[in-house]
């Protein structure tokens, strides 16, 4: 539980109201300050049209947060997990947004959901980024937007049409090549030697990430996505994803994603593997 900072009893408390920083009219010039940089600085990619109101994107954001000179930091970066399943749910992270020259800062926290992905999309990278972005964009402009809600916050399902899964199935096989054979040796060789995981554990695997039965079944992207949330992920971690319990492990215990030393992959299997 967050801790109330306590003022000390002999402590005078200070008189008087509240005042603005700064007047009504240097306030409405900063304001039509922003509204200008959006009309000249922004671009139509850098918008996104919901329910009718024009939403800023994360790249307009940057521009923000650059030209208001402002640093934004990442100070919570965790899974959010269901404690009757023990799986993974959702992804919560919280940043700092801080006007450099100032000092002045803003933290606000975003989240995301698998449930709000569409299957295909339904992957831990993408879950995490989500909610980093939204905690970033949330932070920046709150500190110098306005408070402007950002398109990444809002989630509408109903405007990404997600087709039924034979049939993205088919079409992205066709469009892709299904997963090559060193893509396929490469998923069997981390999840059974490097990740610890046994032959149930690496389908469960394969199943939660790709809705897939077998690796024959997988595309070459989702081989690829695949072998990138292997590498990015613990065998812990990955046993906990799939909703197992390690064996004497507590999600606080959980060590640091491991990373594959460069120097054992070659650029041409880097290639091969849909990694480069």
Not at 64 to 76: A, D
Not at 111 to 121: H, I, L, N
Not at 208 to 221: A, F, H, L, N, R
Request: net charge neutral.
């Amino acid at each position: 539980m967050a801790q109330v900072k306590q003022l000390p009893q002999d402590r005078p408390q200070p008189k008087g109201l509240i005042t603005p920083a700064a007047s009504v009219e240097q306030t409405l010039e900063q304001f039509h300050i922003y509204q200008q940089m959006k009309s000249r600085l922004g671009t139509t990619d850098d918008f996104q049209n919901i329910s009718g109101k024009q939403h800023p994107k994360k790249s307009f954001v940057r521009k923000v947060q650059r030209f208001f000179n402002v640093s934004c930091e990442i100070i919570q970066d965790e899974p959010l997990i269901d404690p009757k399943t023990g799986k993974m749910i959702a992804w919560l992270a919280k940043a700092r947004a801080t006007h450099v020259e100032t000092g002045a800062y803003q933290e606000a926290d975003g989240s995301c959901g698998f449930e709000e992905k569409v299957e295909k999309q339904r992957t831990l990278h993408n879950v995490r980024a989500h909610a980093i972005t939204r905690a970033k964009n949330r932070a920046i402009l709150d500190l110098v937007g306005f408070g402007e809600v950002s398109a990444e916050e809002i989630a509408e399902r109903s405007e990404h049409h997600c087709p039924p899964q034979q049939s993205f199935r088919e079409t992205g096989q066709r469009a892709q090549g299904l997963a090559t054979e060193a893509q396929r040796r490469k998923i069997f060789a981390m999840g059974q030697k490097e990740k610890g995981l046994t032959e149930n554990q690496l389908r469960k695997l394969v199943k939660y990430q790709t809705g897939k039965t077998s690796t024959s079944e997988m595309t070459k992207k989702e081989a690829s996505e695949l072998i990138k949330l292997m590498i990015e992920m613990s065998g812990a971690e990955l046993v906990q994803l799939i909703g197992e319990k390690a064996l004497g492990t507590k999600l606080d215990d959980l060590p640091e994603a491991e990373v594959i030393n460069g120097s054992e992959i070659q650029d041409d299997e880097l290639k091969e593997l849909g990694l480069a």
